[in-house]
C-alpha cells in the first residue's frame, strides 16, 4: 500500500474515478440535500491597488529531474514569484521514491521570458516535497512533507513535516522537522502571533509493519519558533476514530473553520467544523452524506464562510450530474446554511481552489474530458453574481492544478501535467482576469 500520498482529497478521487459505475449505482439511492441558490452575491471585498507587473507568459514548463510537481506559488512585492515542489518522482500523482523538495524565485527578463533568480533543494535520503509558501516578514516560510531525515534530525515515523524559513535572496535560514509516529500530512500553516503558528493537518494510513493500525486521522499542532527557523511542538491534538476521516481545507479569522471528510458512520460525508485555535469545538454542520463529496476550499471575507467543493449530489436545482461543483455560505456564529449554488459541465468536475478577486470569486477546478476520466483540463470559473467559465487549460492527456496567485490582472496557476508515456512534468499557467 502507498505510504505517501498528494496533499490533497486526491486519493477519494483516484479510488471512487476507479469504481466510476459502482459510485453511479450508489449514488442513486442517495437522498438529495436541499438548499436554494438565489441569494448569493458578489463577494465584498476590497480592490488592491492598480498594479504596474508585466504579463506572464501563457504557460510556462521548466525541465527538472524526473516526474516532477509545483505545488505552491506567491507572488512578492516586485511581482516575481516564489514557486515550490518536487522533482525525482517515482509516481506519476505524487511525491514518491527518492524526490528531493525544492524552492524558487522566479522573474521576468526585459523580453518576457521567465528567468530563475536562485534555487533551494531539500534532498533527503527519503521522499520530500513542499506543498505550501507563507510570506511572514518579508522572509519565506515553506511547509512540506518527508520520510527521511535532514543533517542532525531524526525522523520520527513513516513521514514528517517540514517546516523552515528562506530569506528572499534564497539563503536557508532554518528549517525544522517535526512529527508523530505516524505519516503525518500537512494540509495549511496559519500565523497565530509573532512565533506562534497553528498547523492544520491529517495522519495517513499508519501501517507500522505488516499490518494496518489506523486509517486517516484530523490533527492540529501549535508550533512556537524560538529562534527563526527553529520550531517546536508546544501541543499536537489526533483525533483518534476507527473510520477514515481527513481535513481538507481551512480558514481562520480569530477562530479556526476546517473542511472535514468521513468515508464511514454517523459522521461520514462533508463537514464543516468550526474550532478555536486551541483546538475545542464550537459546532459541526454535515453539508452532504456522501463519502465522495469534498469540501476544497475555505474562506472567511468580511465575517462571512465560504465553501468550494464537489458534490455527487443534488444541493441546489443546477445539479448537472456526475459530480458538480458548489459553493456555499455559512454563518459563522451558528454554521447554518444561508445559501449554496452548484455549478459545472456534464461531465465530473473536481474542485480544486477559491481564490476572493476584487468583489468576486474565482474557482479553479479539474474536468474529467472522456468516459474513462483519463483525459483531465483545468478550468477557470469566475463568480459576479453569477457563475462563468472564462477559460481552461489541457497539457497533453491530463493537467492538474495545486496552488494560484495572482500577478498583474492574471491567475498564475501551478500543478503538474502528463504526457503520452504517464510522466508527471511541472507547469505554471497564467490565465486573464
Given at each position: ?119 533551494y533543494v531539500l ?69 497565530l502571533a509573532p ?153 465530473l468536475d473536481w ?83
Open positions: 500500500m502507498q505510504q505517501h500520498k498528494l496533499i490533497t482529497s486526491d486519493r477519494w478521487r483516484v479510488h471512487f474515478i476507479a469504481q466510476n459505475s459502482m459510485i453511479s449505482a450508489m449514488l442513486a439511492g442517495l437522498m438529495a440535500c436541499g438548499g436554494g441558490g438565489d441569494n448569493l452575491a458578489p463577494v465584498p471585498v476590497p480592490a488592491p491597488p492598480t498594479e504596474t507587473c508585466s504579463s506572464w507568459p501563457t504557460l510556462y514548463q521548466p525541465e527538472y529531474r524526473g516526474q516532477s510537481a509545483l505545488q505552491s506559488v506567491v507572488r512578492l512585492s516586485d511581482c516575481s514569484v516564489i514557486v515550490a515542489g518536487y522533482e525525482g518522482s517515482t509516481a506519476q500523482s505524487q511525491a514518491e521514491g527518492n524526490s528531493n523538495a525544492f524552492v524558487e524565485r522566479l522573474t521576468l527578463d526585459t523580453q518576457g521570458a521567465v528567468q530563475r533568480v536562485w534555487r534532498d533527503t535520503t527519503g521522499t520530500d516535497q513542499i506543498n505550501q509558501l507563507l510570506l511572514d516578514n518579508n522572509q519565506i516560510l515553506f511547509v512540506g512533507a518527508s520520510s527521511g531525515a535532514l543533517p542532525g534530525q531524526v525522523n520520527q515515523g513513516k513521514q514528517d513535516v517540514l517546516i523552515g524559513r528562506l530569506s528572499v535572496d534564497g539563503s536557508l535560514i532554518g528549517v525544522s522537522q517535526l512529527g508523530t509516529e505516524r505519516p503525518n500530512v500537512p494540509v495549511k500553516l496559519f500565523k512565533e506562534q503558528y497553528l498547523l492544520v493537518g491529517y495522519d495517513d494510513y499508519f501501517i507500522p509493519t505488516n499490518y494496518l493500525e489506523a486509517k486517516e486521522n484530523p490533527w492540529l499542532a501549535r508550533l512556537d519558533e524560538h529562534s527563526q527557523g527553529q520550531f517546536q511542538v508546544q501541543w499536537w491534538q489526533t483525533d483518534d476514530t476507527p473510520q477514515g476521516d481527513f481535513y481538507t481545507s481551512a480558514a481562520m479569522d480569530s477562530d479556526l473553520y476546517v473542511g472535514y471528510q468521513s468515508d464511514m458512520g454517523e459522521s461520514r460525508g462533508a463537514w464543516l467544523k468550526k474550532l478555536t485555535t486551541n483546538g475545542d469545538p464550537y459546532w459541526s454542520v454535515s453539508l452532504s452524506n456522501s463519502p465522495i463529496d469534498t469540501i476544497a476550499g475555505t474562506q472567511v471575507v468580511n465575517e462571512e464562510v465560504w465553501l468550494m467543493g464537489t458534490s455527487y449530489l443534488a444541493l441546489d436545482q443546477n445539479y448537472q450530474g456526475r459530480g458538480d461543483l458548489f459553493l456555499a455560505k455559512m454563518s459563522p456564529t451558528s454554521g447554518d446554511l444561508i445559501s449554496v449554488e452548484m455549478f459545472g459541465s456534464a461531465a474542485a480544486r481552489l477559491l481564490i476572493p478577486y476584487q468583489g468576486k470569486w474565482l474557482v479553479l477546478a479539474e474536468t474529467g474530458l472522456d468516459e474513462a476520466l483519463t483525459e483531465w483540463e483545468v478550468s477557470l470559473y469566475q463568480h459576479d453574481g453569477q457563475f462563468w467559465q472564462s477559460e481552461s487549460l489541457q497539457i497533453g492527456k491530463k493537467t492538474l492544478v495545486s496552488s494560484a496567485d495572482v500577478v498583474a490582472e492574471q491567475l498564475l496557476t501551478v500543478g503538474y501535467w502528463v504526457d503520452e508515456q504517464g510522466r508527471a512534468k511541472a507547469y505554471m499557467a497564467g490565465f486573464s482576469l
